[in-house]
């Protein structure tokens, strides 16, 4: 029943031409976001980071010394795979992105320690298509749409409690914030 409820007042009000709408109200003008996808190494202190640069420079495999040295055990060879702006450290993501495919920075500090990057490929992010998010467009407005009936409802219903030791506590509740306001009989007799 309650499943029947659902369906006929809430899912079965939710169309694919509201969905679209909205898919077409947040991708207006939407570009492709470019994702990096780049390596690091690592590690504690500036002069280590400094010391692994220059062996780099000299032409030292760049995932192999990420497997030696870096800190990062959970990346393979250094690789943090493709990400975009916004996901990653503000030092750390200003120096990838000013660096070309195949660059390797200086070295870059964040909270974390020292970190040697070399940036391995650089693509657009293309905007999902609309078949692409349909499904969790619809999930988001059925889930507001089953909000708005919840609340509705509840600010319809006339609950009346009986007991005075519940109505109290539920009155004290409500004075600290913690619950909805409760109507006497009174209130509701003068409105």
């Known amino acids: 029943l309650r ?40 590690v ?6 400094k010391d692994i640069a220059e062996r780099l420079k000299k032409g030292e ?5 990420a497997k030696e040295k870096s800190k990062d055990k ?60 349909k499904a969790a467009i619809v999930a988001q407005l059925v889930q507001r749409k089953a909000q708005a009936v919840v609340t509705g409802l509840r600010d319809a219903a006339k609950i009346e409690i009986v007991d005075p030791e519940i109505k109290r506590s539920m009155d004290d509740a409500a004075l600290r914030g913690e619950g909805p306001p409760l109507k006497d009989e009174e209130d509701d007799e003068d409105h």
Do not use: C, N
């Not at 009000?13 to 679209?20: H, P, T």
């Not at 504690?44 to 980071?49: G, H, I, L, N």
């Open 3 to 42: 499943d029947a409820y659902f369906d006929a007042s809430i899912a079965d009000g939710v169309s694919e031409v509201d969905a679209k709408k909205i898919y077409d109200d947040k991708m207006a003008g939407a570009k492709p976001e470019q994702e990096v996808r780049a390596r690091h190494i690592l």
């Open 74 to 133: 959970t990346a393979k060879g250094g690789d943090l795979g493709f990400f975009t702006r916004g996901q990653m450290l503000k030092p750390f993501e200003e120096a990838v992105f000013a660096l070309d495919v195949g660059d390797i920075s200086e070295p870059v500090q964040t909270q974390y320690g020292w970190h040697i990057i070399k940036v391995e490929e650089k693509r657009d992010q293309e905007v999902p298509g609309f078949d692409d998010v």
């Open 61 to 65: 495999d760049f995932a192999a010394l």
């Open 44 to 49: 504690v202190s500036e002069d280590e980071a």
